[in-house]
């Protein structure tokens, strides 16, 4: 029980974090500002606890492809949510299942057999139906959040087949790499995209935003804690589906706030993708 209720809190802290994301920007802080501090923490404990990580880090060249892959995943997806729909933004960026079963592919030289086939055309038929725009026949990526929630997913799935390709590396320092990477990666895009006026430079130091960022800080790092707490402990299967729930938390959330339009098209693309992400699941621990 413990182990699940882990899993639940993880999935509501990341089904949540449009709401203090989108506070924080009306406070002047831009996602990737806001991204870059809540790792921040991570990376000042674990370095605390064990040094040696920043060395594995260095020295090891796929591990700093695991820390710039989930910089750019955790850039996206909070830029994407604090800025755009956020359920369009969640489901999309939970076709992940697709471009898993395809980098798998190209990387680990996995098979796709006609099950993977069958769940990566419900995903994206899922995924052309929540990008459907009203009044128009077909689907289009209508804004740069949607672009976003898309990359995010990528980045994702390429970080699960990094990990995966990586598991004889020492746990805490793919830990690391990962709050590395989350921490320098969006603060890089933040600086040099700020230099071209894309998005808004480092705010003066205000309550309104230092506040919640430590408190958000705070709850990333247990939130983290918890995931590899439950996740250690449950089967995979169990885990997936219980770390699938942040859609719930995230359409649920958002659409009781009013930032998100439930359309019987979105409900019957999410219900898609959620299948596809589902047989997925199920198609792992079977294996």
């Known amino acids: 029980m413990l182990a699940s209720l882990s899993l639940l809190f993880n999935a509501l802290v990341w089904g949540l974090s449009w709401w203090p994301l989108r506070h924080l920007q009306q406070a002047h802080l831009h996602p990737l500002w806001a991204t870059m501090c809540f790792f921040a923490l991570g990376v000042v404990i674990l370095l605390l606890w064990r040094p040696s990580v920043a060395l594995d880090l ?115 320092s793919r830990a690391f790499a990962m709050f590395a990477g989350c921490t320098l990666l969006p603060g890089l895009l933040a600086w040099g995209l700020s230099g071209v006026g894309v998005v808004s430079g480092w705010p003066a130091w205000d309550w309104a935003w230092v506040g919640p960022v430590l408190l958000m800080g705070v709850i990333f790092f247990f939130s983290n804690l918890a995931l590899q707490y ?29 930032e998100s339009a439930l359309t019987p098209t979105v409900l019957m693309g999410g219900a898609l993708i959620v299948l596809a992400a589902l047989l997925a699941t199920l198609g792992e621990s079977a294996e």
């Open 58 to 172: 260095w020295r090891q060249p796929a591990l700093l492809s695991i820390a710039v892959v989930s910089g750019v995943t955790n850039a996206t997806f909070n830029w994407g949510v604090a800025i755009g729909d956020v359920v369009r933004v969640v489901l999309l960026f939970y076709l992940m299942p697709v471009w898993a079963a395809l980098l798998a592919r190209l990387i680990l030289k996995e098979s796709i057999n006609w099950v993977a086939l069958l769940r990566m055309g419900l995903a994206l038929l899922g995924a052309l139906l929540v990008l459907k725009p009203a009044g128009h026949s077909w689907p289009t990526l209508g804004s740069l959040s949607d672009l976003l929630g898309l990359l995010g997913g990528m980045g994702f799935a390429l970080t699960n087949v990094l990990l995966r390709q990586q598991a004889a590396q020492p746990a805490a």
């Open 230 to 258: 439950g996740a250690s402990r449950l089967p995979v299967k169990l885990t997936s589906v219980l770390m699938l729930t942040e859609v719930l938390f995230a359409a649920a959330s958002s659409a009781w706030l009013g």
